[in-house]
């Protein structure tokens, strides 16, 4: 690593700098309810053995996909918000940088494999089981992770390739890609083109397996005779892939579609979206509007009050 940077200065939300307080107290409030929310879903799963089944499986790494994201933010986020700036050190920026693309990589691939499940328990029903055994959620899993992290190893390490020779002040309350880069006093051309390369395999195709798992889903949904029945599944489809398409579509809007005419404070926006909107109502949309889970609560409240 070529640089003359020891230190990285986020200005982060620089334009409430007058309303510290407030910013600070409702972010410690999200990451609180964030954490204590995956927290729950991997406790419930783990002890509940009615949620040992691929779906539950599955949201348990979507929790610590979520956990590992918003515990690595976490302090500079906090920290920017209560003083209106704050600095890390380079190598911790790199660090941050890399558990933060990592987790998003390997949630990419994980709710490609989330709609897998949906799509051979709701369209395949009958070799459901046959195929989506545990067996094959544990490759899914290690693949996601293996790949995600081999992935962002190649990103991250074209990064510490680049020369740093100042400024060292990034307008963000975090270390992603584009700010940082930024920063560099290099030829950016292949890194941005090798960026531009790796988010077909992380974003684009992911994404694009959701939308095709799911319109199938709300065909073979579309033939349920019962209305009531349509309608329920209808709403759990809609609320899933709310979440899918917030979550997806600014990521696209962040690393696929080009940006430079986007505002810092747009680009904000987008990066609180998936950095802290999603980590925050996963557990609510996935999991604890769901009755199996409302049930493995209610048992275990039981047991803890026997």
């Known amino acids: ?17 007058n309303f510290n307080l407030l910013p600070f107290i409702l972010l410690i409030l999200i990451y609180c309810v964030t954490l204590g929310g995956n927290l729950l879903i991997i406790t419930l799963v783990s002890n509940s053995r009615s949620l040992h089944s691929p779906m539950y499986f599955f949201l348990t790494q979507l929790s610590v996909a979520d956990i590992i994201l918003t515990t690595d933010i976490a302090p500079s986020m906090l920290d920017v918000a209560l003083h209106g700036h704050t600095s890390i050190s380079f190598s911790g920026c790199i660090t941050q940088y890399f558990f933060f693309s990592l987790s998003e990589a390997f949630e990419c691939f994980l709710l490609t494999a989330m709609s897998y499940d949906r799509y051979l328990a709701i369209c395949s029903p009958l070799h459901y089981s046959s ?17 995600g992290c081999f992935l ?11 020369l740093f020779c100042g400024p060292n002040i990034i307008d963000h309350f975090l270390c992603d890609f584009y700010p940082l880069v930024e920063l ?12 531009t390369l790796l988010s077909i395999p992380v974003i684009i195709v992911p994404f694009l397996a959701v939308v095709v798992s799911y319109v199938y889903i709300v065909f073979t949904i579309s033939k349920i005779s019962s209305f009531s029945g349509r309608l329920k ?42 950095t ?31």
Request: glycine share 4%; with cysteine.
């Open 1 to 17: 690593m070529q640089n003359n940077v020891s230190t990285i200065l986020f200005l982060g939300f620089n334009n409430i700098s």
């Open 131 to 147: 195929i989506m055994d545990q067996q094959l959620c544990i490759k899914l899993i290690i693949a996601s992770w293996l790949l």
């Open 152 to 162: 962002e190893i190649i990103v991250t390490f074209t990064i510490c390739q680049l």
């Open 184 to 195: 560099s006093c290099s030829d950016l051309t292949l890194i941005q083109i090798e960026a």
């Open 233 to 274: 599944s209808f709403s759990t489809c809609s609320s899933h892939l709310t979440v899918e398409f917030i979550f997806y579509g600014t990521l696209i809007a962040m690393y696929v579609v080009p940006n430079e005419g986007q505002s810092k404070v747009i680009k904000k926006m987008f990066a609180m979206m998936y």
């Open 276 to 306: 802290v909107l999603t980590p925050l109502v996963n557990p609510f949309i996935y999991s604890l509007r769901n009755k199996d889970i409302k049930k493995a609560l209610k048992s275990n409240s039981l047991i803890g009050n026997n």
